[in-house]
């Protein structure tokens, strides 16, 4: 069963920094794509940052410059490094994961299967 565990968030000032790592197992894959996205309560899913278990990266309009996606594909966790926080990055921040067969298919995609419970990031002014 796949499974998909975030942690690191919380409450933070502006201007400050957070690192979120989201844990996966369950799975064998020849590749992978993840991704982290951010829902405040009634809107939209926003995505925010993706990867390929190549390294290729892609960005959401939001965290361009202040955000950095990576992972440790031995771990076969993700990461997302965010800096200069504001008060509109408080959501919940959920990461997600799809299995492919090779890193291409990942490029631009922006739908996956599997995701995690989410973790909180509260940015106060």
């Known amino acids: 069963q796949v499974r998909l565990q975030e942690s690191g968030g919380g409450s933070v000032q502006s201007g400050e920094s957070l690192t979120l790592s989201c844990e996966t197992s369950?799975?064998?894959?020849?590749?992978?794509?993840m991704g982290w996205f951010r829902q405040v309560p009634g809107g939209e899913r926003e995505g925010v940052a993706a990867i390929d278990s190549d390294g290729g990266t892609n960005y959401g309009h939001s965290a361009k410059g202040r955000f950095t996606v990576s992972q440790d594909n031995a771990k076969k966790t993700m990461y997302l490094q965010m800096n200069s926080l504001e008060p509109e990055d408080t959501a919940m921040y959920y990461c997600?994961?799809?299995?492919?067969?090779?890193?291409?298919?990942?490029?631009?995609?922006?739908?996956?299967?599997?995701w995690g419970q989410g973790t909180q990031v509260t940015v106060s002014s």
């Open positions: 997600a994961l799809e299995l492919v067969p090779a890193a291409k298919y990942c490029r631009g995609k922006w739908s996956f299967g599997h």
């Open positions: 369950g799975y064998t894959a020849i590749a992978s794509c």
